[in-house]
């Protein structure tokens, strides 16, 4: 059995500016409305708004504990606490992914259900992702390495979230 181990650092990073980023966004919105900052009201908030949304939708579901067993990798996410159990036998397999940072190479593990991605797991928030990936290789299929493309990215993400 294999248990992943969070990159501490990182991971709190996220949450603070997922949880802070709100309450920056009032505070910049009632400073620029007063100062009438017509630039910031209209192009720096909504952006910055929007860039919390995309953390709240698309990164924080990886930040996940994993758990691999014989038979299956159990997912529980820390905020909700909700599990997921995928049973190797119904998993078509994973694909790892490169994305370029500034700070390097970001990899990922991209698990394979029906021809569609239903979990990835990042070497962004997990210490041990190359045990991880290890255990993975010797119990689902290798589907080879997928090219990151952002725009394509986002498109997959979304059509992931409402479930098409």
């Known amino acids: 059995m294999k248990k992943s181990k969070f990159d501490i650092f990182t991971v709190i990073a996220i949450y603070s500016v997922a949880i802070l ?19 910031l009201i209209y192009f720096g908030l909504p952006l910055m708004g929007l860039a919390l949304i995309l953390l709240w939708i698309f990164e924080l579901p990886k930040i996940c504990f ?15 606490k909700r599990t997921k159990s995928l ?26 259900q029906d021809d569609k991605v239903i979990h990835e797991i990042s070497s962004l928030y997990i ?8 255990f993975l290789k010797t119990k689902i299929n290798y589907l080879g390495t997928k090219k990151f493309r952002w725009f394509d990215h986002l498109i997959e993400e979304i059509k992931r979230k409402i479930g098409t």
């Open 21 to 39: 980023g709100p309450i920056l966004l009032v505070y910049f919105y009632l400073i620029s409305y007063e100062t009438t900052d017509k630039f």
């Open 87 to 112: 049973d190797y036998n119904h998993i078509d397999g994973f694909k790892k992914q490169f994305q370029p940072s500034r700070f390097g190479i970001n990899k990922s593990i991209l698990i394979y």
């Open 127 to 134: 210490k041990n992702f190359d045990e991880i990936e290890g």
């Open 66 to 80: 994993i758990q691999l067993t014989q038979t299956t990798i159990q997912i529980l996410n820390p905020i909700n």
